[in-house]
């Protein structure tokens, strides 16, 4: 058994006990998770029902039904999924909607979905531009904007999943990087305003490479790129598990995280050192 087996192995029987042992802290909350039916988007989603909570799963087409559905099976609590795209102008308030017909508020809203187009930036294009801007960033706004009517007051939580890119300034990442900069400061700007208004928290949470779907179809020149990235992981020279990023994100709609306000948490073995 190679190293890498063994240390993925040692995860899941640590993820496994975190599971068994949590309490239901988030009993009765109904969280919200956009693009959730794969990836981070998923071990969040299992993350928070496994504390409790009641999960509104999403995903942008038709054609990932049976995948979101098959997750609803997965989960261990009441979820529903919902058919809506992040990077329309009415998807957002979509999956809001049908959130409230469900189950008559919102407590989490985690803005998870994201694409992410890697060239180099001559290369770049306007539609590579629209698409990006569109979800990643456009979506992050509509969906905490129509949330807001919704959110429990106090205790709401909001969390948008950033990037260490935001920070990092990696290649290849121009409209990528620029994307999650804005995520980054919709975090701090929404920090300070809507608190005072809405009995809320606003934190992001930043992953570094993980072992998604998304990842582990780049292809191997896509990882030859990668790799010295992982390499100069301080923590460990690997990719991280969805079930690490979850981890935070659950940490963070906890109550007891109550006082923590504006964070931005950098969920990548010390990949970027704030």
Not at 5 to 24: G, L, M, N, T, W
């Amino acid at each position: 058994m190679s190293h890498t087996q063994v240390d993925r192995q040692a995860i899941a029987i640590q993820d496994a006990k975190h599971q068994s042992e949590c309490h239901k802290s988030l009993a009765g909350k109904v969280a919200v998770i956009s693009g959730s039916s794969s990836g981070i988007g998923k071990a969040i989603a299992v993350e928070l029902a496994s504390r409790g909570a009641l999960v509104v799963l999403n995903y942008p087409t038709v054609s990932l039904k049976p995948e979101a559905e098959q997750v609803c099976r997965e989960l261990q609590g009441t979820s529903i999924a919902v058919c809506a795209d992040m990077g329309s102008t009415s998807g957002p308030g979509e999956l809001v909607r049908s959130a409230v017909e469900a189950f008559g508020k919102v407590d989490i809203v985690v803005n998870n979905a994201a694409v992410a187009i890697n060239k180099p930036f001559e290369e770049q294009t306007l539609k590579d531009w629209d698409t990006l801007v569109s979800i990643n960033a456009r979506g992050t706004f509509l969906l905490t904007q129509e949330a807001l009517p919704f959110l429990s007051k106090p205790g709401g939580r909001i969390i948008n999943i950033c990037s260490a890119s935001s920070r990092a300034a990696p290649p290849l990442q121009t409209i990528y990087a620029g994307t999650k900069g804005m995520v980054d400061s919709f975090t701090r700007c929404w920090a300070k305003e809507l608190p005072p208004k809405y009995g809320c928290t606003v934190n992001a949470v930043s992953p570094g490479p993980t072992m998604t779907e998304g990842f582990l179809a780049a292809g191997p020149d896509a990882m030859k790129v990668l790799q010295p990235t992982i390499d100069s992981i301080p923590v460990a020279a690997r990719m991280a598990e969805p079930s690490e990023i979850a981890y935070a994100v659950g940490f963070l709609c906890d109550d007891r995280s109550r006082w923590i306000n504006g964070v931005h948490l950098h969920a990548n073995g010390g990949l970027f050192v704030d």
